[in-house]
C-alpha cells in the first residue's frame, strides 16, 4: 500500500497527508534515501565517499524540513512530510540511475538524462512542500530548488573530489 502512495505522490495525485504516521515507515524511507543517494553517488566517488554524500544529504532533508515545519507551526507533519520527501527522492533517484545507466550504454552524453528526473523531482518536493507548508506551488517548487542547491553544494565536495582532471 504505501509504494503505491509514493507513485501516485510522484505522479501529483496524492499528498503526504495520504501517507500513514508510521514510524517504521518513516525509517524505511530514510533507509532508501540514503541508499539510493549512495547508490547515485558510485558513479562519481569511492564508496566511502558516496556514503557520506548520502548520509549528509539525509541529514539536511531531515533538518531542512524539521525546521521548516516548525517554523510554520505545523511540526505535527513532520513525520508524513519527512516519509514523503525520502520515499519518492529514493524512487526518483533509483530511477534516474537505472536509465542514465541504461543510455550510458548508448552515449558518452548520458548526463542529459538526468535532465527531465531533475525537473520531476523538483516539481514532486515542490507538490510535497506545497502541502505540508500550506504554500502556493511556486513557494514549494522554489523551497524545492533551494534544498537541490543546498544538497549540491553540501555533498558536491564528497562526490566530485576523485573525478579525473581534464
Not at 524539521?66 to 525520502?86: K, S
Not at 533517484?93 to 550510458?104: G, I, R, S
Not at 548526463?111 to 506551488?137: D, E, K, T
Amino acid at each position: 500500500m504505501p509504494f503505491k502512495i509514493f507513485l501516485d505522490l510522484c505522479l501529483l495525485r496524492a499528498n503526504p497527508q495520504d501517507l500513514p504516521t508510521s514510524n517504521r515507515l518513516l525509517a524505511a524511507a530514510l533507509v532508501a534515501h540514503l541508499l539510493a543517494n549512495v547508490l547515485t553517488g558510485l558513479d562519481s566517488a569511492s564508496p566511502e565517499n558516496a556514503l557520506l554524500a548520502g548520509a549528509m544529504d539525509t541529514l539536511l532533508l531531515v533538518a531542512l524540513t524539521h525546521t521548516g515545519l516548525m517554523l510554520r507551526g505545523v511540526g505535527a507533519r513532520t513525520r508524513q512530510t519527512l516519509t514523503a520527501l525520502a520515499g519518492c527522492g529514493a524512487l526518483l533517484a533509483v530511477l534516474a540511475w537505472a536509465v542514465v545507466t541504461a543510455v550510458e550504454a548508448v552515449t558518452a552524453h548520458a548526463w542529459v538524462a538526468w535532465l527531465p528526473f531533475l525537473f520531476w523531482f523538483l516539481a514532486v518536493y515542490g507538490h510535497i512542500l506545497r502541502s505540508a507548508l500550506n504554500v502556493s506551488l511556486s513557494v514549494g517548487l522554489a523551497l524545492s530548488a533551494g534544498y537541490v542547491l543546498l544538497s549540491l553544494a553540501v555533498t558536491g565536495p564528497f562526490l566530485l573530489s576523485e573525478l579525473p582532471s581534464p
